[in-house]
Nanobody, 127 residues
Framework: QVQLVESGGGLVQAGGSLRLSCAAS????????MGWFRQAPGKERESVAAISRSTSSTYYAYYADSVKGRFTISRDNAKNTVYLQMNSLKPEDTAVYYC?????????????????WGQGTQVTVSS
């Protein structure tokens, strides 16, 4: 059982940066792979980035093509927190961003691969 709470969203101008945080409860945080998704009005929820479970000897990350080179996912197990650093933001990045936890070994890119979800945080990028 994992409970997730996102924070760090807000309004920024195009080209600006934001750092999203996702705080997780429970002692099992390190055993979960973590992902970030986003959903814009009228669109499907899409995968943005994912990072492997912290029990792995090597950390792996996945990024959607649309955010490669601009976004960075990381995690701090001591704080039970996963982050999404977003740089060079574009208006098309505007969406509600969700973090999610998965017990799977592989990096999930579909919403049905994740067991727990946060409530989301709004990111708005003005042109």
């Amino acid at each position: 059982q994992v409970q997730l709470v996102e924070s760090g969203g807000g309004l920024v101008q195009a080209g600006g940066s934001l750092r999203l945080s996702c705080a997780a409860s429970g002692r099992t945080f390190s055993s979960y792979a973590m992902g970030w998704f986003r959903q814009a009005p009228g669109k499907e929820r899409e995968s943005v980035a994912a990072i492997s479970r912290s029990t792995s000897s090597t950390y792996y990350a996945y990024y959607a093509d649309s955010v490669k080179g601009r976004f960075t996912i990381s995690r701090d197990n001591a704080k039970n927190t996963v982050y999404l650093q977003m740089n060079s933001l574009k208006p098309e990045d505007t969406a509600v961003y969700y973090c999610a936890a998965s017990g799977r070994v592989s990096l999930g890119r579909s919403v049905n691969e994740y067991d727990y979800w946060g409530q989301g945080t709004q990111v708005t990028v003005s042109s």
